[in-house]
């Protein structure tokens, strides 16, 4: 039983990095794309999780949620991540606001891509493997946490995983919280004085939001989208 949760710890953390790596690198494609090499000179247009690495976020934080559990440290925190922000200069873009938000959400869109890949592998084996509707409801059921691990399919247990984290990463850039995608998007919204107040928050502020508040409504912004997911595998 603890070898099995080590191993879904293993996955959790590797698809996480991957996950955050993706998201980061689609931010520095699409700057790319619209005309702002920054990112691209500073070789973030990678998946190589080295060139997008927080300390807190894509370390420190994950690793206590994930394998915090394994050791007795049980961290009451859902398992989100943020890597280091990719540099953007807005004056490269030839329509400032209306580049810079498709930078931001090329993002965000970068896990639901994946979301899309995974449900799309699950789909596949539901549909072609012997059992596989069961299957794949069990995988999903042990990535949700409620059903033990023992008969779970380890590639639809990876996709499964995949479902879960992409759509919290999905939900969690969208926030209005500084530094997160949401609150650029925001901030390209907002009047010039009301920027000014917006750009004061910072620092721990931010980490305070994006746990405690980002958390509660990341977890009601979730479980709909997890039981739309679900719902679906119930068909297959």
């Not at 990463?169 to 010039?192: A, C, E, K, T």
Request: with cysteine; aromatic share 10%.
């Amino acid at each position: 039983m603890q070898s099995e949760r080590f191993v879904i710890a293993v996955f959790e953390f590797v698809l996480l990095l991957f996950s955050l790596s993706f998201h980061e690198c689609a931010h520095a494609w699409m700057a790319s794309r619209l005309g702002d090499q920054t990112a691209r000179l500073q070789g973030r247009i990678t998946l190589n999780p080295l060139a997008h690495i927080d300390p807190v976020g894509t370390l420190l934080f994950p690793a206590m949620v994930i394998f915090g559990p394994l050791i007795g440290f049980s961290v009451p925190f859902m398992l989100v991540g943020w890597a280091k922000p990719t540099p953007v200069i807005t004056r490269n873009f030839k329509k400032i606001v209306r580049d810079d938000n498709l930078t931001t959400l090329a993002g965000p869109v970068s896990n639901l891509i994946l979301v899309l890949l995974a449900l799309a592998g699950l789909t596949i084996m539901a549909l072609t493997m012997p059992s596989g509707g069961a299957m794949v409801r069990l995988s999903f059921a042990v990535a949700l946490g409620i059903a033990e691990a023992t008969g779970a399919q380890p590639v639809a247990l990876l996709f499964s995983l995949a479902i879960l984290i992409n759509l919290s990463l999905f939900f969690f850039n969208l926030l209005p919280i500084p530094p997160l995608d949401g609150s650029r998007v925001v901030r390209n919204m907002l009047p010039y004085n009301a920027v000014q107040q917006y750009d004061r928050i910072g620092g721990w502020i931010s980490y305070l939001l994006m746990i405690f508040v980002g958390g509660f409504v990341l977890r009601l912004l979730l479980t709909p989208a997890l039981v739309l997911v679900f719902s679906f595998l119930l068909r297959l």
